[in-house]
């Protein structure tokens, strides 16, 4: 065994082998996605050498030169008193090193978006960059699992972040000698067996520690649920109208993911990644400049480091923006690609035209709606907002390993269209105009998510004093004035010269210069809420665990999902389908200890290795993950290393899902375990019209066969049963619901022709509030 310590003092590594004191412990520890330690005695004196100091570098090796551990010194050593010797007392040392993350751990973790769709080596990256830290590198492997989300807390070390997010992927992450990797578990496999020898049956402890799951239930957050389409109509005087339902808003904490002043001394590489070769980016009293570029979209740039999910209502506003002489590019981008004019979904191109500048909507590439020309000196805010009713784009993914390997459930997209709307404002001298809006339309298929560009500039001379981006519940409001078309009715603030709000008591709100005139049709989408939430059973399991009839083969677990954390009832189904993969494999429930020697001249284990254990005379064979490793030195000459193994599966010990045993108060249980995949949503259902008599609906979806739509008056209620609650059941998409009051409320689904017939999963809803 070699320790050297590099005290920072101009001597380099100096060598304190011969300085350990072989009483007292020499320990390594190696915990599960954790920073490792290593603590030993030294008496530095006998050899003439210095006290360690806080901060030196700590190198542990074997005699053959393998690495055992790196890191630094973390705290002032202490001291202890050892004896006298002929020169007076003589002191003892001892250390406590941290591995090399403790770099990392010491530095802030920025408050940052989350991160979307983006493969596990890429957001360990990220989060790399994000610190000051130098003298580390990552090497991760190529095509990691893909993380749909992931969301450093800033109330957390780098290494808890790192070792969150390696786990959610069932994976570990290691830091030696300055390198960071990311492995998935199992990527080195150790074959020990009592038949040749490696491995001693003697010091092995292994027991299934857990019982069988067959029938599992998990819980999650309050999620959007029934698609509602309530409708008003205005008197001339009435600015306030109270919803039906509550409609679905996200916390407080998530409305505002993105507040910029371009006010720091420099651009924030943390929020912000930075194309700029030619330099023309800086942050100057007017916020974000840019003082041109060479000529090609895509080569001076300045985007979100993190992708946005296009989900829910989102507004992107760039403000305080101020042109100069020549300017081309886009500006307040989101992009489906690289940062071209082809792959910019929505977007204002900026321009020269009869020697002003120009501001125009693009749309998948191409300028759409109406041009706005600026006046010279005049400051503006451009706006963009997005609404798509799946607040939800993206996901979770949930691993599981049983008998039969390692198998991922979700990290798959969903598909949704999306409403767009392009506002200019002036808002010179801290006066905002009434906004001019340049184009409403669709994007029949959203992309789930985008990069977004700030400034993204051909030859652009501007500055963007601000970028805020807003994301609101699935909310959107149209109305239609008596004769009139359809127009967007803007939800947000005064000062953005929006007409109304929705405020979380369920309340639409219209300002009062925007008030809805008499006979005006006013509709309003939104999203309820309730709790997510999913049941699923294992038929063959119960079956086998009932011993033929003679016992009861169910055994229930019933918990909440922490992390990866769920954010549907889709999500909890996906993760109750990995929790039922472990519940019900016995292999997964192993847990133990292992003792060995010299291990690490076979082939060094750390957490995340894999075991494949063999004892012929107990007729066991098991592969488990190696969860802790403690290596005690115990001789240098002849080099003796102990190596205490604790190994854990997934299912005796949380790995890759993390849960509790809590059961949100508000959560309805459901009764029976899903059997089927509920039918697709309604999601795209539209009232065409609406008289005295009848409301007409378009489902805009082809019936499946044997079934059809099913209209009730409450939600929850749908079954093949005939009752007061039913109101029709239509073959076909388009389709009339009789008329009786001035106010209705119906909730629609589909259903095929199985018996019993299947459901959508949630309701779309109609709600109307308008004279007979």
Known sequence: MKLTIDNHDGNGSV??????????????????????????????????LPVPTRNGRVIVSDDSGALLFTGYVATEPMFTLAGQASAGAVYQTTVLAVSDEILLDRQPIPQSLPGYAQEANELLRAMLASSATSGLSFTGLAGSTLVNEFQADPGQSWAQNAGTLASMMRSVYRVLDG???????????????????????????????????????????????????????????????????????????????????????????????????????????????????????????????????????LVLEAGGVQFGVITSGILNGIYGGSFTLADCVAGFQISQSGGGTSIAPVVYGTASGSSFTTTAGHMYTLRLRIYSNEQQRLLQSYISADDSGTHTYGGTYITAAASLLFEVQDTTGGVAQTPVVLYEGALTAAPSTCSMAVLNSASLECSVASMNITLQGPVWVESTPPGGSAIVRRIGTTAQGADCTIERTGRLHFYATSVPAAGELIGIS???????????????????????????????????????????????ENAATAILDLGTSRGAAWKGTYTGWNFETQGDIWPGDLLALTVAAADLTANVVVRSVVLDIE??????????????????????????????????????????????????????????????????????????????????????????????????????????????????????????????????????????
């Open 526 to 572: 939104y999203r309820t809420t309730h709790r997510s939430v999913a049941r699923l059973a294992s038929a063959t399991s119960i079956a086998t665990e009932s011993a033929g009839g003679l016992l009861p083969g169910t055994a229930v677990w019933i918990g909440t999902v922490t992390s990866p954390a769920p954010r549907s009832s889709v999500d909890c």
């Open 15 to 48: 060598d304190y082998s011969s300085t350990v004191v072989t009483d007292a412990k020499f320990r390594i520890e190696r915990p599960w996605n954790a920073p490792c330690l290593c603590g030993f005695t030294l008496a530095p004196a006998a050899m003439g």
């Open 179 to 313: 390198e960071i990797s990311l492995l998935p578990v199992g990527s080195t496999v150790h074959t020990l067996s009592d038949a040749d020898g490696t491995l001693n049956p003697a010091m092995l402890e292994s027991s299934m520690v857990k019982g069988v799951a067959n029938d599992v239930t998990v819980c999650g957050p309050s999620e959007p649920c029934a698609y509602v389409t309530e409708l008003f109509e205005g008197d001339g005087t009435t600015v306030l109208f109270n919803l039906t339902e509550l409609p679905y808003i996200p916390p407080a904490s998530k409305t505002k993911p993105l507040v910029e002043l371009f006010q720091e001394p420099s651009i924030d590489t943390q929020v912000w990644a930075i194309n700029d070769s030619g330099s023309r980016l800086s942050l100057t009293a007017d916020g974000l400049t840019c003082t041109g570029g060479d000529g090609f979209l895509g080569d001076t740039v300045l985007s979100l480091v993190n992708q946005l999910e296009i989900g829910g209502s």
């Open 635 to 772: 001789n240098s000459v002849p080099e003796l290393v102990k190596y205490a193994i604790s190994f854990a599966n997934d299912w005796a010990d949380a790995l890759a899902i993390k849960s509790s045993a809590t059961v949100p108060t508000t959560v309805w249980l459901p009764q029976q375990p899903q059997t089927v995949e509920p039918l697709a949503n309604l999601s795209g259902l539209t009232v065409t019209s609406v008289t005295g008599s009848a409301i007409a609906v378009s489902t805009n979806t082809t019936p499946p066969a044997g079934g059809g739509f099913e209209v009730r008056r409450r939600d929850w209620s749908f079954g093949p049963v005939t009752n007061s609650d039913l109101v029709l059941r239509s073959p076909v998409a388009n389709f009339t619901i009789p008329r009786e009051a001035v106010m209705e409320q119906y909730y629609i689904r589909m259903y095929d022709g199985s018996t019993p017939p299947n459901y959508s999963r949630f309701s779309s809803a109609v709600f109307v509030n308008v004279a007979l």
